[in-house]
């Protein structure tokens, strides 16, 4: 049973769903993709397997260790110290499903903020035009992502330390990094595994990189290739171009996931609640 004010918020997402179903590719948009299907034919599919396992295992090798971190545990303790201002009575994780949807939101507002701000920052250093920053750029920016998904997870009550809810996180972050063109069919997906039952371990489809995952990539090239064009204009000896490039991609970059990935768990929690699973 909703409450009114959930019932509301579920109104709110049946709404973004709409949107995301009806979005319509542009002819811009159409070329592109018909650019990067021909590029890929390239390069065999056997290769392009491989490298999707890499992406796969490197995905899931950095969820757990960051899971296992001093730092996963440190965000969990401050995110209940700040649950506890509306509700006293909550000691652990899976107590969070008892604050209002009002007030995990209150909450989730402050992560999704710190999230960007952190990418924003990276974006900056990334754009100061060194090779190591720029090297890392995107292995720094799937990081805090995935520490979003985890953080919002706990949020709505789980701690995302099964084999099933690594699996979902990981998809979820798939499905947020990709164009919007390509979201609805990803949001599809998430919403059939959810209506699966509830296991320990997963039991759908283990891959997560796909033929989508090279424009998410592309992207990244396209970023620091502009980054590196503008990093000779400096002032003061600064390269404050493509430091903002870097900024401003890495920032709208991060709130498109963001939002995604807040959006799922946010259904997700409604969907348990109406089956009955919560408290």
């Known amino acids: 049973m909703l409450t009114y004010r959930e019932e509301e918020v579920l ?42 396992s890499i992406v ?20 969990n ?4 110290s700040t649950a506890r201002i509306f509700n006293e009575n909550i000691t652990d994780i899976t107590d969070m499903k008892k604050l209002t949807i009002d007030q995990l939101h209150f909450i989730g507002q402050q992560q999704m903020a710190k999230n960007r701000l ?14 190591a920053a720029a090297a890392t750029d995107f292995l720094a920016l799937m990081v805090i992502n995935i520490r979003f998904c985890q953080q919002t997870s706990a949020l709505f009550g789980s701690p995302g330390n099964t084999p099933t809810e690594i699996m979902t996180a990981l998809k979820v972050l798939h499905g947020a990094c990709l164009p919007k063109r390509l979201q609805g069919r990803a949001w599809a997906e998430l919403m059939e595994e959810m209506e699966r039952p509830s296991n320990y371990f997963y039991e759908g489809i283990e891959n997560v990189a796909s033929n989508e995952t090279v424009e998410v990539m592309l992207q990244q090239t396209m970023k620091m290739f502009f980054i590196f064009l503008f ?12 430091m903002l490039i870097g900024a401003g991609a890495n920032y709208q970059y991060t709130k498109k996931i963001t939002e995604f990935s807040y959006k799922y768990y946010q259904r997700r929690y409604l969907y348990e609640k109406l089956q009955g699973r919560t408290n």
């Open 118 to 131: 952190y990418a924003c920052f990276q974006g900056g250093i990334a754009g100061t035009g060194g090779i």
């Open 11 to 52: 109104k709110e997402l049946s709404e973004w769903e709409r949107v995301l179903f009806s979005y319509d590719k542009t002819d811009l948009e159409s070329l592109y993709e018909k650019y990067v299907r021909k590029s890929m034919s390239f390069l065999e599919e056997s290769k392009w397997d491989e490298l999707y």
């Open 56 to 75: 796969d295992s490197s995905l899931f090798h950095a969820y757990t260790m960051l899971l296992s971190s001093s730092l996963h545990e440190y965000s």
């Open 77 to 80: 303790e401050r995110m209940l």
């Open 231 to 242: 990093g000779k204009k400096t002032y003061k000896k600064m390269p404050f171009v493509s």
